[in-house]
Structure formats: structure tokens, C-alpha cells
């Protein structure tokens, strides 16, 4: 007897993949209470049940609605909870409306402070990004300009070159010196950033999370 354990992971795994080829043994045998239970515990909408349907009209088979329904019904009871809420929202993740009017209002409020708190996060780190990319550019003018300084004094090094050259530095050093303003400012702005990010996630451990 084929494990209906494994048809259930299998159909779930090729269904996740996005790919709508699905056998008749699985279509068939699977534990569609099961296949509800799993879905509505990764907060899936009802229309994860289409995608079943046409994938196994293909073998002339009707996946048993009643017995996801429930199962899906009994899944929704454990992903609609706060906690769930907030790790969702945390993670950056969507919420397309699954839960039912009892379990939704503590839900959302979890997940919208998850939300928040993966916004000030990802606020930091782009950020930092701006900070790197900014030290990055600074360090390749200040090597440039060594390298143009090795250049001028060379002695095959014509007039007109070093003319040239010397342009470039002063067009270089002015680069930098909006560099360094805006590194200036990037400082500022992480240290709020900082800030905010530390205080709300002192409130979110205020409030259990």
C-alpha cells in the first residue's frame, strides 16, 4: 500500500514548485484532509484547491473537496494565531485574508507589528549598503589619484598630459568631497535608523514577541 503520508508531501512539494504536472497515483491516493490540514497551516487561500482540481482533471479524477475544506478549516486554526502572525510579518511575508473573522483581528495585529519590524530592519540594512557603497567609491578616487600622482611625475610625461591629469584630480576631489558630505549624512540617518530599530524591538518584546 502505497504510504499516504508520502503522496500528501509529494503533491504538496510538486504544487510549491508551481509546476502543474501531477500523476494519477497522486491525484488518486492522496489524503486530501491531509493535503487541507497542511495547506491551511501555511495560511494557503481556498484557491490552492483549484490548482488540485485541474491538475488531476488531466486523469479524469475530482479531488474530494469536503475532506480538504475541513482540513484546510482545521490547519487555519493553527496558522491564525498571533505568534504565526508576527513570525509571517517578520520574515517579510504576505497575508492574503485566510484567516475568518475570530482569528484575523489578533492575527493581523501580530503580523502588522512583524511587518514593522521587518521594515526598520530592512530600512538598516539598505543603509549600510549606501555606507559600503559610499566607502567603496571614496577608496577608488583616492587610489586613482595616487595612481595620477605617479603619472605626473614621470618624466615622458608631456605638459599637455599632466594638464590633463591635473584636471581629472581637481574633477576627482570634487567627487570626494560630495562623497564624504554624503557619508556625513548616511552616518546621521543610520543612527536614527538605529535608533528606531532598537525602541521597537524593545516594544515588541514588551508585547510577548
Known amino acids: 500500500m502505497i504510504s499516504k503520508r508520502l503522496v500528501v508531501l509529494t503533491l504538496i512539494g510538486v504544487m ?17 484532509t491531509a493535503v487541507g490540514y497542511e495547506d491551511g497551516a501555511d495560511g494557503r487561500s481556498s484557491d490552492r484547491f483549484g490548482d488540485y482540481s485541474r491538475a488531476c482533471a488531466d ?10 475544506q475541513e482540513g484546510r478549516e482545521q490547519g487555519l486554526i493553527e496558522y491564525c494565531q498571533p505568534l504565526r502572525g508576527f513570525q509571517v510579518g517578520e520574515s517579510g511575508g504576505y497575508y492574503d485574508g485566510a484567516c475568518n473573522s475570530n482569528l484575523e483581528p489578533g492575527f493581523l495585529d501580530a ?8 521594515s526598520l530592519r530592512s ?9 559600503e557603497a559610499n566607502t567603496e567609491a571614496v577608496q577608488r578616487i583616492d587610489s586613482d589619484v595616487a ?11 608631456t605638459p599637455l598630459q599632466r594638464t590633463q591629469l591635473l584636471a581629472d584630480m ?4 570634487e567627487t570626494k568631497g560630495e562623497l564624504v558630505l554624503e557619508a556625513e549624512l548616511l552616518i546621521e ?7 528606531a530599530l532598537y525602541e521597537f524591538e524593545f516594544a515588541v518584546i514588551e508585547s510577548g514577541f
Open 16 to 32: 510549491l514548485s508551481g509546476c502543474a504536472a501531477m500523476s494519477e497515483e497522486e491525484c488518486r491516493y492522496s489524503d486530501w
Open 59 to 68: 486523469h479524469s479524477i475530482t479531488p474530494d473537496f469536503q475532506a480538504w
Open 111 to 118: 503580523f502588522r507589528l512583524g511587518s514593522e519590524l521587518y
Open 123 to 131: 530600512n538598516l540594512s539598505a543603509i549600510d549598503s549606501r555606507v
Open 147 to 157: 595612481e595620477i600622482e605617479s603619472i605626473i611625475i614621470l618624466d615622458e610625461t
Open 170 to 173: 581637481r574633477e576627482m576631489s
Open 189 to 195: 540617518e543610520r543612527t536614527l535608523a538605529d535608533l
